[in-house]
């Protein structure tokens, strides 16, 4: 297992619990889709699997090792990465250095190393930029990769979020709801993509209300309703669940 959570609890203050005794378990090289109603947890997960808030109770671990108390930084560096739904993108920046900046071994991400000569960086910078480029054409953004992220189209922002994801190097990637507000041309896309990293080896858990979407690339689905997590193997089951038809379809 790539990703394990065990009996984890959370409730903000002065509220019933929010996950209540959660466990499941992802494998490596698979796509699961997280669902619930609005306000169910789900985005409360993500916080924790990746360190922005703590559990009052369990524990997460990612390739058998505990990151319950470790920061989001550090655990982004183990190679768990995340996008979120307010995109989080450098508007200033083009396309090209959001991809750039994201990756892991940018030598400018050092402030020590930012401040020495440009040629003691320059085969580094070299192999950075071929690693854009590739990324650029994988993600459908050649023809706007100089144009800064705030004048490029919501569609072609979603494609670069996730390939700064993808940039950063995670091998397990958490999708805040990737198709959510966008032309079904740029769903068509994002769901090649996401069945191409998974063929390239990557563990996926999206949020996603898009039940078209999520028959077209998940292997396995968790409903999550009144702080518990239900599994199912297919839309189809999903949907035949009295409590699921009830709290959410």
């Given amino acids: 297992m790539i990703l394990q959570l065990q009996n984890i609890t959370f409730t903000f203050p002065g509220k019933n619990h929010l996950l209540d005794n959660v466990s499941l378990s992802l494998e490596e090289k698979k796509i699961y889709a997280l669902m619930g109603s609005n306000g169910a947890g789900k985005t409360t997960l993500f916080n924790l699997i990746t ?46 250095e959001n991809i750039i900046l994201a990756m892991q071994d940018n030598s400018n991400d050092n402030w020590l190393n930012a401040m020495l000569p440009e040629n003691f960086h320059r085969n580094t910078n070299q ?66 993509l996401i069945k191409q ?35 199912f193997e297919t839309v189809e089951t999903l949907k035949k669940d009295k409590q699921v038809m009830e709290a959410y379809i």
Wanted: glycine residues 6%; contains cysteine; proline residues 1%.
């Fill in 127 to 192: 192999k950075l930029d071929k690693k854009a480029d590739e990324i650029i054409e994988q993600f459908f953004l050649d023809d706007v990769k100089n144009s800064f992220g705030a004048e490029i189209s919501y569609g072609q922002q979603k494609l670069l979020t996730l390939a700064c994801c993808v940039a950063n190097g995670a091998s397990l990637l958490l999708l805040d709801e990737a198709v959510a507000g966008i032309q079904p041309e740029y769903r068509k896309k994002i769901t090649l």
């Fill in 197 to 231: 990293l998974k063929e390239q080896g990557k563990t996926i858990l999206l949020i996603e209300h898009n039940t078209d979407f999520i028959s077209d690339v998940a292997d396995k689905i968790f409903f999550l309703h009144e702080g518990i997590i239900s599994t």
């Fill in 51 to 96: 360190g922005f808030i703590k559990p009052q109770s369990g524990e997460i671990i990612f390739r058998s090792e505990k990151i319950t108390s470790l920061s989001s930084f550090r655990i982004n560096r183990k190679g768990l990465g995340r996008t979120f739904q307010d995109l989080r993108l450098i508007t200033k920046l083009t396309v090209k």
